[in-house]
């Protein structure tokens, strides 16, 4: 996790200048004077440990990158980074897990920073049907299973418009962390076919106003489910996995798809309760 042999005063100037602040600008936030922090960013002077989760923390910089800094500076890191299932993280498992369910009969994931899925409620696997047996299989990064061609992305009646909004949701993030697996991703993404703008997305009714959301037009068997999403995180964590979950849940954006889910929510129940009841079960 701590990969470093670069002096303190290059990350913090490095920070700074992607955060696209002067050096007035960050001593003005982080209350100290111009000359001091020039004097750390030159390596004139060494800054203490607090002084780095200081100016770490006006900078914003993520948990993980912050040990980055401690360890530059000398000193041990001090976010730690646990797997969901570690007993320490019993409550936020059980949130992600209570939030999944209660979305149920829309779908929504748990995702990590490199938008791999952690967890999913039961509607989401059959919006990942037809998808190549290769992008299915852990850890599903739902940008490639999105916009790959033998993903869902030959299902997405609007992917012109949906893969711009995601790639810029991604370069977004590449700004804001400089994470090498997020760049090399984006160079990936880059490479696969672009959608023609020509294709058919799913009419507006008459007289229905324009969408102040860009939508997620999925073909299916039971037609166009359409959809626009909302993204959560935790407030103030101090474990890395947490600070890097995002709970991505998804909303109809019309009464036909609001009934097509409860249709196939209603379905999947029946489909359980025969396989709890059948011989061996």
Not at 8 to 34: K, M, N
Not at 190 to 200: I, K, L, S
Not at 227 to 250: Q, R
Request: charged letters at 25%; one cysteine or more; hydrophobic letters at 40%.
């Amino acid at each position: 996790m701590i990969r470093t042999s670069r002096p303190i005063g290059d990350h913090l100037r490095e920070w700074r200048q992607r955060r696209r602040l002067s050096q007035l600008d960050l001593a003005l936030e982080a209350e100290i004077s111009t000359r001091h922090l020039s004097f750390l960013e030159t390596g004139r002077s060494t800054p203490s440990r607090e002084m780095v989760l200081h100016l770490a923390e006006q900078l914003d910089v993520p948990l993980r990158e912050r040990n980055v800094l401690l360890n530059a500076a000398g000193y041990a890191p001090v976010f730690f980074e646990r797997r969901l299932e570690d007993p320490a993280m019993q409550s936020a498992h059980q949130a992600v897990d209570l939030v999944l369910k209660g979305h149920e009969p829309y779908p929504a994931l748990a995702l990590d920073r490199h938008w791999n899925v952690v967890a999913t409620n039961s509607a989401v696997p059959p919006l990942m049907a037809g998808a190549g047996p290769a992008l299915l299989q852990a850890p599903v990064n739902v940008l490639r299973l999105s916009l790959h061609p033998k993903g869902i992305a030959p299902r997405i009646a609007n992917l012109p418009e949906w893969r711009a909004h995601l790639l810029a949701r991604l370069r977004r993030q590449i700004e804001l962390t400089a994470d090498p697996v997020l760049i090399e991703l984006m160079q990936e993404l880059q490479d696969y076919p672009v959608p023609h703008q020509d294709r058919a997305a799913k009419p507006e009714p008459d007289g229905k106003e324009e969408s102040v959301v860009v939508p997620f037009q999925l073909i299916t068997d039971t037609g166009i489910l359409s959809f626009f999403s909302t993204t959560t995180v935790f407030g103030t964590p101090v474990d890395i996995t947490l600070s890097e979950l995002a709970l991505e849940c998804f909303y109809p954006t019309d009464q036909a798809t609001t009934e097509a889910l409860f249709r196939l929510g209603d379905e999947r129940k029946r489909q359980a309760e025969v396989a709890a009841t059948a011989p061996g079960a």
